[in-house]
């Protein structure tokens, strides 16, 4: 590292495994000493943290697509950040990157695993959202997978997340009716009245799903983007009309159950409706991410899609911030701001 006095680094650590829903007692905030630089790398301070829902999976031991943390690490996660001091040459300090430095307020990553951000083009936050990961999940997965034709009714679960959000309105952008299905009342008017989805169920107060989707969806369900699994999903299926496409990118109604739940088997209408039915992961795209990024760019330049911003500030609430996206606080991405 060159002549820079630099700060301690604040990190938040997993301190034990969390059993259920995570609890703050399951995090603990320590300082470390930044690394000096070997060939390639660069150091990165961070601006902005991603809180999303696999990060919880990487918390337990249970097998996942993906590898699980240790007691002890700092958390996993993307960030939006500063370069501070670089020894890759393709990167200067001052410029801004998106990074893998997970929970702390500066991280030592390589070059090679940066993508260089231009805060001209849009706010540096939107890297992590709907210029991000969530931005392409909901991409490819409704409109590559789910293959939407005008006319078709579109359903969209966890409706007033960062996926869910942007996930209706591709599908409104490619002619559909689209009803989403979300935890708030807030949520639900947020996505009919201001992203403008033909309806939206709120399944914590329909005291019949599968009649309230019904309802909302006359000519049954064409597309499903299932983004939370579980009881909501099987209400959905229920409906399926013929020749649906289901696409399934997220079953975060499973993630803080300490068993599986064993909920209503809705194959048969898989059957009956000769569904089409695939899994979906975003990294599984990326020979495509610049298709895609040039597109949602020049809808929001557009203002053909728009997109809300949960933000919470300091380091130290990232914990409390990433249990209430698990219960249902956010509307739409979920941020920390570090500095
Ligand atoms: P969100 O911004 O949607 O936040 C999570 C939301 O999930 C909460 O706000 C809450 O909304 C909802 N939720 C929590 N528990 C339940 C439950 N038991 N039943 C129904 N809904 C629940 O997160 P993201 O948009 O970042 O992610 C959405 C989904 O997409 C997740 O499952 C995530 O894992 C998945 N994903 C998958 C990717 C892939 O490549 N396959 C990539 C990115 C995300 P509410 O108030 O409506 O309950």
């Given at each position: 590292?060159?002549?820079?006095?630099?700060?301690?680094?604040?990190?938040?650590?997993?301190?034990?495994?969390?059993?259920?829903?995570?609890?703050?007692?399951?995090?603990?905030?320590?300082?470390?000493?930044?690394?000096?630089?070997?060939?390639?790398?660069?150091?990165?301070?961070?601006?902005?943290?991603?809180?999303?829902?696999?990060?919880?999976?990487?918390?337990?031991?249970?097998?996942?697509?993906?590898?699980?943390?240790?007691?002890?690490?700092?958390?996993?996660?993307?960030?939006?950040?500063?370069?501070?001091?670089s020894e890759d040459p393709s990167f200067k300090p001052g410029e801004i990157v998106e990074s893998p430095s997970g929970w702390q307020s500066y991280a030592v990553v390589q070059g090679a695993s940066l993508r260089r951000i231009d805060p001209n083009l849009a706010p540096i936050s939107?890297?992590?959202?709907?210029?991000?990961?969530?931005?392409?999940?909901?991409?490819?997965?409704?409109?590559?997978?789910?293959?939407?034709?005008?006319?078709?009714?579109?359903?969209?679960?966890?409706?007033?997340?960062?996926?869910?959000?942007?996930?209706?309105?591709?599908?409104?952008?490619?002619?559909?009716?689209?009803?989403?299905?979300?935890?708030?009342?807030?949520?639900?008017?947020?996505?009919?009245?201001?992203?403008?989805?033909?309806?939206?169920?709120?399944?914590?107060?329909?005291?019949?799903?599968?009649?309230?989707?019904?309802?909302?969806?006359?000519?049954?369900?064409?597309?499903?983007?299932?983004?939370?699994?579980?009881?909501?999903?099987?209400?959905?299926?229920?409906?399926?009309?013929?020749?649906?496409?289901?696409?399934?990118?997220?079953?975060?109604?499973?993630?803080?159950?300490?068993?599986?739940?064993?909920?209503?088997?809705?194959?048969?209408?898989?059957?009956?409706?000769?569904?089409?039915?695939?899994?979906?992961?975003?990294?599984?795209?990326?020979?495509?991410?610049?298709?895609?990024?040039?597109?949602?760019?020049?809808?929001?330049?557009?203002?053909?899609?728009?997109?809300?911003?949960?933000?919470?500030?300091?380091?130290?609430?990232?914990?409390?911030?990433?249990?209430?996206?698990?219960?249902?606080?956010?509307?739409?991405?979920?941020?920390?701001?570090?500095?």
């Open positions: 590292m060159k002549s820079h006095v630099m700060p301690a680094n604040t990190q938040v650590r997993l301190s034990s495994r969390p059993v259920g829903m995570p609890s703050v007692e399951n995090f603990v905030l320590a300082d470390a000493p930044i690394p000096s630089l070997s060939a390639g790398a660069v150091l990165v301070e961070t601006l902005y943290l991603s809180l999303d829902p696999y990060m919880r999976g990487r918390m337990s031991e249970a097998k996942n697509y993906a590898a699980s943390i240790d007691i002890g690490d700092v958390v996993v996660g993307s960030a939006v950040g500063c370069v501070i001091d939107t890297s992590l959202g709907v210029l991000g990961m969530p931005g392409l999940t909901a991409y490819f997965s409704t409109l590559s997978v789910g293959r939407p034709m005008p006319g078709d009714t579109v359903v969209v679960s966890g409706a007033g997340g960062a996926v869910g959000q942007l996930a209706g309105q591709f599908a409104k952008l490619a002619g559909c009716r689209v009803v989403g299905v979300a935890g708030s009342d807030r949520k639900a008017a947020y996505c009919r009245d201001q992203l403008g989805f033909d309806a939206v169920v709120n399944y914590k107060t329909a005291s019949n799903l599968k009649e309230a989707i019904a309802q909302a969806c006359p000519r049954g369900v064409d597309v499903y983007l299932d983004g939370v699994g579980g009881s909501i999903s099987a209400a959905v299926n229920e409906n399926l009309a013929l020749h649906a496409r289901v696409v399934i990118f997220g079953q975060i109604s499973q993630s803080n159950l300490s068993s599986p739940e064993v909920g209503p088997v809705s194959m048969r209408y898989m059957l009956t409706s000769r569904a089409r039915v695939e899994g979906f992961i975003v990294s599984d795209w990326q020979s495509r991410n610049h298709e895609a990024l040039t597109r949602i760019s020049s809808w929001l330049r557009a203002g053909s899609v728009k997109y809300s911003e949960h933000i919470v500030e300091g380091l130290e609430n990232a914990p409390a911030a990433f249990i209430g996206m698990l219960s249902g606080d956010n509307l739409g991405k979920t941020l920390v701001k570090v500095r």
